[in-house]
């Protein structure tokens, strides 16, 4: 069974940084395309940031110059780095890799969500 664990959130001050991983464990075959969603309060999951097995990398407007998101595909691992962080940023961020497990098949498979809260 493939489980995917996120860690790194927090509570940081407005203009300080954060680096959330997220790591698949389990029966993996093959990787594909990684990123993160969040979702605030009140408001929709929206994907902020991904990156595909080619390294093809996009951002959502609102995080560009800021965040960083790179993996490690030989870990099965998703990072994002966020720089220069505001309080719109307050989130449960969650992570997704389409992995290919026993099945054969590629699926989506997403972390728990971790909380980050930017706040003075």
């Known amino acids: 069974q493939v489980q995917l664990v996120e860690s790194g959130g927090g509570l940081v001050q407005p203009g300080g940084s954060l680096r959330l991983s997220c790591a698949a464990s389990?029966?993996?075959?093959?990787?594909?395309?990684m990123g993160w969603y969040r979702q605030a309060p009140g408001k929709e999951r929206e994907l902020i940031a991904s990156i595909t097995t080619d390294g093809t990398i996009r951002y959502t407007d609102s995080v560009k110059g800021r965040f960083t998101i790179s993996r490690d595909t030989a870990k099965n691992t998703v990072f994002v780095q966020m720089n220069s962080l505001k309080p719109e940023d307050t989130a449960v961020y969650y992570c997704?890799?389409?992995?290919?497990?026993?099945?054969?098949?590629?699926?989506?498979?997403w972390g728990q969500g971790i909380q980050v809260t930017v706040s003075s």
């Open positions: 389990g029966s993996i075959l093959d990787t594909g395309s």
């Open positions: 997704y890799e389409y992995l290919k497990d026993a099945s054969q098949l590629f699926s989506k498979y």
